[in-house]
T-cell receptor
Framework: DSGVTQTPKHLITATGQRVTLRCSPR?????VYWYQQSLDQGLQFLIQ???????AKGNILERFSAQQFPDLHSELNLSSLELGDSALYFC???????????????FGAGTRLSVL | GESVGLHLPTLSVQEGDNSIINCAYS??????FIWYKQESGKGPQFIID?????DKRQGQRVTVLLNKTVKHLSLQIAATQPGDSAVYFC???????????FGKGTHLIIQP
């Protein structure tokens, strides 16, 4: 168990809808990262928050947004969903920011999103 | 953009043998590399990492080798066990940057 908690485990919805994925980081971790894992694109970095502020952006669509709350949990919002958004969404957390060996990312078990 | 890739999508080894999983990276500026293991239904699990100023690092039953000349990374697993069955990903980043760039993954299958 990595200590990173993601809910829900599974989510089934329809095209055009909006969903929210939730992540609670490991105790003491200030950074939260979101990744998307699909069969054709592999694991792709979406966005990172550090202590409530957006820190880095990857391949995140404009239809997607995230935030990190004062208690450090994070939510990833996916809107106007398309069939191609079906994927596993992972949250990871780390102690701080800046990458490297002092800031290893630990992953949750993921949320499987199915858009029908 | 540049990306990390893997040579073999599937590797089948006998239980007890050593496994070697390879990874090629294309961004010569990358200076930090990580191996993750992902079991079915779970998230990626950190195995071992290495900085670009090293060419070898050992952990418990695992060794990571880095060859910067040919931009190649490998993960060696000694005495492979059934519990080693998983997909293995290499990832790279720049020291100071936060997002990881992952390779496609290699599925390691252990034969009894």
């Amino acid at each position: 168990d990595s200590g990173v908690t993601q809910t829900p485990k599974h989510l089934i919805t329809a095209t055009g809808q909006r969903v929210t994925l939730r992540c609670s980081p490991r105790s003491g971790d200030l950074s939260v990262y979101w990744y998307q894992q699909s069969l054709d694109q592999g694991l792709q970095f979406l966005i990172q928050y550090y202590n409530g502020e957006e820190r880095a952006k990857g391949n995140i669509l404009e239809r997607f947004s995230a935030q990190q709350f004062p208690d450090l949990h994070s939510e990833l919002n996916l809107s106007s969903l398309e069939l191609g958004d079906s994927a596993l969404y992972f949250c990871a957390s780390s102690v701080a920011t800046g990458g490297g060996r002092k800031n290893i990312q630990y992953f949750g078990a993921g949320t499987r999103l199915s858009v029908l | 953009g540049e990306s990390v890739g893997l040579h073999l999508p599937t590797l089948s080894v006998q239980e007890g043998d050593n496994s070697i999983i390879n990874c090629a990276y294309s961004n010569s500026a990358s200076d930090y590399f990580i191996w993750y293991k992902q079991e079915s239904g779970k998230g990626p699990q950190f195995i071992i990492d290495i900085r670009s100023n090293m060419d070898k690092r050992q952990g418990q039953r695992v060794t990571v080798l880095l060859n910067k000349t040919v931009k190649h990374l490998s993960l060696q697993i000694a005495a492979t066990q059934p519990g080693d069955s998983a997909v293995y990903f290499c990832a790279e980043s720049l020291e100071g940057a936060d997002g990881l760039t992952f390779g496609k993954g290699t599925h390691l299958i252990i034969q009894p």
